[in-house]
């Protein structure tokens, strides 16, 4: 089943922070961060596991909170390269082998 | 350099055609995957790899194939089956699956148009 992200869009200026939001209603094993420019593909931002791992970039933060199965991305002092579409994608407990993604969040970060 | 590649970037082709989308990897992952992603929508998994010569349908299977005979090798066949094939293609790997812990990245993709 299809995660949920919230919001769908939001526009920034620069320097201003944001919080992406991923919602399961199935017991999650991992959630996967990326993001997105217009015609390109998807790049890797964060994994976070079930049990508190986390791998991905030194200017990314995210948490996952087991027991809402719901994960957040936490974009500060946002710059016009964080303009994007960012997808949150979640492996469940059932299925770890493969990810289900959300329908993606839209940045605009503007001067 | 190490990393994913998917040829062509453009692809065109008429109705009733079948065609193969090549993907390699040069990075020792285990795993690869097939995503399909329509304008202004989300990825959806088509084919998954986990070892070489074994693969298991994701959630958008019908009309595609795949193999597996090689590690670094992930190639999809779009058939005539396929209903509305017209779509961006990616392909990604994951050093040891996403079962394992794995992150997962993403080739450049294939832009597959078919009139």
């Known amino acids: 089943q299809q995660p949920v992200q919230s919001p769908q869009a939001v526009i920034l200026r620069e320097g201003e922070d944001a919080v992406i939001n991923c919602s399961s209603s199935k017991a999650l094993y991992s959630v996967h961060w990326y993001r997105q420019k217009h015609g390109e593909a998807p790049v890797f931002l964060m994994i976070l596991l079930k049990g508190g791992e986390q791998k991905g970039h030194e200017k990314i933060s995210a948490s996952f909170n087991e027991k809402k199965q719901q994960s957040s991305l936490y974009l500060t002092a946002s710059q016009l390269s964080y303009s994007g579409t960012y997808f949150c994608g979640t492996a469940t407990m059932e299925y770890g082998n493969k990810l289900v993604f959300g329908a993606g969040t839209i940045l605009r970060v503007k001067s | 350099d190490g990393g994913i590649t998917q040829s062509p970037k453009y692809l065109f082709r008429k109705e009733g055609q079948n065609v193969t989308l090549s993907c390699e990897q040069n990075?020792?992952?285990?795993?690869m995957y097939w995503y399909r992603q329509d304008p202004g929508q989300g990825l959806r998994l088509i084919y998954y790899?986990?070892?070489?010569?074994?693969?298991q349908k994701g959630d958008i299977a019908e009309g595609y194939s795949v193999s597996r005979e090689k590690k670094e090798s992930f190639p999809l066949t779009v058939t005539s089956a396929q209903k509305n094939p017209t779509a961006f293609y990616l392909c990604?790997?994951?050093?040891?699956?996403?079962?394992?812990?794995?992150?997962?990245?993403f080739g450049p993709g294939t832009r597959l148009t078919v009139t």
């Open positions: 790899s986990q070892i070489v010569n074994d693969f």
């Open positions: 990075l020792n992952h285990d795993a």
């Open positions: 990604a790997s994951s050093p040891r699956g996403l079962a394992g812990g794995g992150e997962q990245y």
